[in-house]
């Protein structure tokens, strides 16, 4: 018999969903290759991945590649202040389809990490998948890391269906024994979980109710040509090179998988 927590992250009909996404055409593995380099200039990593494979699932890359940026000719793209493990599991995922397992110690994590990167390069099923799996890690391993809500917070914006499922997370699944899990939250973070408490006030704040994936979905809107090529250009503006990210929130980041 499953858990209150497990009971409350699973849903058979969102899982799916996740299955039915369509996957890259063949041809797709046959394009040509373009090189990315991840990381700091002193410490970057080159990535071979084919063109339109990357094109296929991100709006970014396939407004870089396609459009009339220089990296459609150079077929060289340089993402310095994105992490090199984040982009290996992104590689990993556009290939074979598959996320850090929810048995794996840092899986919400290096989850987490990957739903920003999907916000930051549009790439929406990676996010919506990333979703799927965090709210199976949660159920499987019984807790969250106490950095993941923080994490959440610093790079996402106020609507944002991750800021919405680690809330509800935290209201609907988690344990009970956490009066040292709200340590690092902001105002922002405590103003959020109780209005989402309040929202039932049948509901207590640790109630082992249903989370449905789908709830916090990313829909992808798909975008004209002139779209995809003005949002491109401001998100090279806005995250490349000069801005770095750091890989934690706060004390217990998610690097490290942030601890219980």
């Given at each position: 018999?499953?858990?209150?927590?497990?009971?409350?992250?699973i849903d058979r009909?969102?899982?799916?969903?996740?299955?039915?996404?369509?996957?890259?055409?063949?041809?797709c593995?046959?394009?040509?290759i373009?090189?990315?380099d991840?990381?700091?200039?002193h410490?970057?990593?080159?990535?071979?991945v084919?063109?339109?494979?990357?094109c296929?699932?991100?709006?970014?890359?396939?407004?870089a590649l396609?459009g009339r940026?220089?990296?459609a000719?150079?077929?060289h793209?340089?993402l310095?202040?994105?992490?090199?493990?984040?982009f290996?599991?992104?590689?990993?995922?556009?290939?074979t389809?598959?996320l850090p397992?929810?048995?794996?110690?840092?899986?919400?994590?290096?989850?987490?990490?990957?739903?920003?990167?999907?916000?930051?390069?549009?790439?929406?099923?990676?996010q919506?998948?990333?979703i799927?799996?965090?709210?199976?890690?949660?159920?499987k391993?019984?807790?969250?890391?106490?950095?993941?809500v923080?994490?959440?917070?610093?790079?996402?914006?106020?609507?944002?269906?991750?800021r919405?499922?680690?809330?509800?997370?935290?209201?609907k699944?988690?344990?009970?024994?956490?009066?040292d899990?709200?340590?690092?939250?902001?105002?922002?973070?405590l103003?959020?979980?109780a209005?989402?408490?309040?929202?039932?006030?049948r509901?207590?704040?640790?109630?082992?109710?249903?989370v449905?994936?789908?709830?916090?979905y990313v829909?992808?809107?798909?975008?004209?040509?002139?779209?995809?090529m003005?949002?491109?250009?401001y998100?090279?503006h806005?995250?490349?090179?000069?801005?770095?990210?750091?890989?934690?929130?706060?004390?217990?980041?998610?690097?490290?998988?942030?601890?219980d």
């Amino acid at each position: 018999m499953p858990s209150s927590l497990e009971a409350s992250v699973i849903d058979r009909a969102d899982r799916a969903v996740i299955h039915r996404a369509s996957r890259a055409p063949s041809e797709c593995f046959t394009s040509d290759i373009v090189t990315i380099d991840v990381g700091p200039p002193h410490d970057k990593q080159t990535f071979s991945v084919h063109t339109d494979l990357l094109c296929y699932y991100s709006g970014y890359f396939k407004a870089a590649l396609r459009g009339r940026f220089i990296e459609a000719r150079t077929k060289h793209i340089d993402l310095p202040s994105n992490e090199i493990d984040v982009f290996t599991a992104f590689v990993h995922w556009i290939y074979t389809r598959i996320l850090p397992g929810p048995d794996e110690d840092a899986a919400i994590a290096t989850l987490s990490q990957l739903w920003v990167f999907g916000d930051q390069r549009q790439i929406p099923l990676l996010q919506n998948e990333a979703i799927d799996q965090i709210a199976r890690a949660a159920s499987k391993q019984g807790h969250i890391p106490k950095a993941f809500v923080p994490y959440v917070y610093c790079y996402t914006t106020c609507n944002s269906p991750l800021r919405r499922l680690a809330i509800d997370l935290v209201c609907k699944g988690c344990p009970r024994g956490l009066s040292d899990f709200f340590e690092k939250w902001d105002k922002q973070m405590l103003i959020d979980l109780a209005e989402a408490h309040m929202s039932d006030p049948r509901v207590g704040l640790i109630a082992g109710q249903r989370v449905r994936h789908m709830d916090y979905y990313v829909e992808d809107q798909g975008q004209d040509p002139a779209g995809a090529m003005e949002g491109y250009g401001y998100l090279r503006h806005l995250y490349e090179p000069s801005m770095e990210f750091p890989t934690s929130c706060g004390d217990g980041g998610l690097k490290d998988g942030g601890g219980d």
